[in-house]
């Protein structure tokens, strides 16, 4: 079992930057990759970028790229998206996942933290 607990959320204007955090505990050895999803009022839940735990490999969903970026301490069990030059449309409730797995899906979720950008 791998439990996650993400912070860092918050609100802010247009332009500006949030970063959040996302602790893992439990089995974390076994962890083979992190990601971050989000959901806006009205709509579906949605990828936004994922490390992989071994060498650091990232992937972005397009409407994140040159904006968000995605990193972790191994030493502290961490993952961290840095969120720059966000949008109103970036408003959400950010989710932070954790997968045993090479294959696609996540097995553990945390509850989420509301981001919300102001125009």
């Known amino acids: 079992q791998v439990q996650v607990v993400e912070s860092g959320g918050g609100l802010v204007q247009a332009g500006g930057s949030l970063r959040l955090s996302c602790a893992a505990s439990?089995?974390?050895?076994?962890?083979?990759?992190m990601g971050w999803f989000r959901q806006a009022p009205g709509k579906e839940r949605e990828f936004v970028a994922r490390i992989r735990w071994s060498d650091g490999n990232t992937l972005y969903a397009e409407f994140v790229k040159g904006r968000f970026t995605i990193s972790r301490d191994n030493a502290k069990n961490t993952v961290y998206l840095q969120m720059n030059s966000l949008k109103p449309e970036d408003t959400a409730v950010y989710y932070c996942?954790?997968?045993?797995?090479?294959?696609?899906?996540?097995?553990?979720w945390g509850q989420g933290t509301q981001a919300t950008v102001s125009s």
């Open positions: 439990g089995r974390t050895v076994s962890i083979y990759k």
């Open positions: 996942a954790a997968s045993l797995v090479r294959a696609s899906g996540y097995e553990y």
